[in-house]
């Protein structure tokens, strides 16, 4: 039921672009890093580190960061296996998913992304689009038995800076985490109802 949503066999997120004078919704891809050429790797490196100059918000899992720009700079894609990045044009990074670090989920956005010291988002549901995603995967790879040894997993992706986290231990259910994926649909087809889809 909860397949990953493609075009042409391409993953994608789909987020309100703020960044124009009228908003609309809009698709950025969600790619396997491993997928990617040397020379994207390189520039994903770059764009990681573009992160850290932005100002009034910085990265929070900054050892992560590290890490994947060292794997990115000399294509160690044996590191890089579960790493997924959304990107918008021209390559630029807006967000990451790590779904296998050891019992839990590394995931963060682009600063420029987040609703942080009276930053205004460029893109607006990057992270709650990247969580849906990262359900989704778990899913179609455990499915019924997801939560019998990938509670942690569950609970990192649901974590958020400003607001509670999207799922509680105590009574985390599968039922529960497909309301989050159905309501998360929902929300996505009203934007695209109320600003529209580009091409």
């Not at 989704?136 to 607001?163: Q, S, V, W």
Request: with cysteine.
């Amino acid at each position: 039921m909860f397949k990953i949503i493609s075009i042409n066999g391409n993953s994608f997120i789909t987020v309100l672009d703020n960044s124009t004078d009228v908003p609309v919704m809009i698709n950025l891809k969600l790619v396997k890093v491993t997928h990617l050429g040397s020379n994207t790797q390189h520039a994903l490196a770059d764009s990681f580190k573009s992160w850290f100059g932005f100002g009034i918000i910085q990265p929070k899992h900054i050892w992560d960061i590290n890490r994947y720009r060292y794997f990115l700079t000399y294509n160690d894609n044996k590191s890089l296996e579960n790493l997924y990045v959304a990107l918008s044009g021209h390559n630029q990074l807006e967000g990451y998913i790590n779904l296998h670090i050891r019992n839990v989920c590394s995931k963060e956005i682009s600063p420029w992304n987040r609703i942080k010291n009276g930053n205004i988002p460029r893109y607006i549901g990057v992270g709650s689009e990247m969580i849906a995603f990262g359900l989704r995967l778990l899913l179609k790879k455990f499915d019924d038995k997801l939560l019998l040894n990938h509670i942690g997993k569950i609970m990192t992706l649901g974590f958020r800076e400003n607001k509670a986290d999207y799922f509680n231990e105590k009574n985390l259910t599968l039922e529960k985490i497909k309301q989050f994926l159905l309501k998360q649909e929902e929300k996505r087809l009203a934007l695209i109802d109320k600003y529209g889809l580009a091409s």
